[in-house]
């Protein structure tokens, strides 16, 4: 089955950085699209960031444009978020996801930027 696993949280300072990295297995990820959603405290789940599986192309919201880098090497079926310039605004969990059913996502990894 489709498993998932986040790794590379913690703690930070505002402008700091952090690298994400979400080990995929149980399905052939070079041929799927993936994303990384987060979920603040109190609030929805969100989106982040889209990378296509021809990894050429990559989509990002608006607030962590500039910021963050989706990357994802199909070799080792792994899929990465490069963070920096972290804000206290980026607190939250964060989850990899299938991009065509976000339900389909791992256990997260908790992200806390400290102001």
């Given at each position: 089955?489709?498993?998932?696993?986040?790794?590379?949280?913690?703690?930070?300072?505002?402008?700091?950085?952090?690298?994400?990295?979400?080990?995929?297995?149980?399905?052939?990820f070079s041929t799927r699209a993936m994303t990384w959603v987060r979920q603040a405290p109190g609030k929805g789940l969100e989106w982040v960031s889209?990378?296509?599986?021809?990894?050429?192309?990559?989509?990002?919201?608006?607030?962590?444009?500039?910021?963050?880098?989706?990357?994802?090497?199909?070799?080792?079926?792994?899929?990465?978020?490069?963070?920096?310039?972290?804000?206290?605004?980026?607190?939250?969990?964060?989850?990899?996801?299938?991009?065509?059913?976000?339900?389909?996502?791992?256990?997260?990894?908790?992200?806390?930027?400290?102001?």
């Amino acid at each position: 089955q489709v498993q998932l696993v986040e790794s590379g949280g913690g703690l930070v300072q505002s402008g700091g950085s952090l690298r994400l990295s979400c080990a995929a297995s149980g399905f052939t990820f070079s041929t799927r699209a993936m994303t990384w959603v987060r979920q603040a405290p109190g609030k929805g789940l969100e989106w982040v960031s889209t990378i296509y599986n021809t990894a050429d192309r990559a989509t990002y919201r608006s607030s962590v444009q500039g910021r963050f880098t989706i990357s994802r090497d199909n070799a080792k079926k792994t899929l990465y978020l490069q963070m920096n310039d972290l804000k206290p605004d980026d607190t939250a969990i964060y989850y990899c996801a299938l991009d065509t059913d976000r339900r389909v996502r791992g256990q997260g990894t908790q992200v806390t930027v400290s102001s």
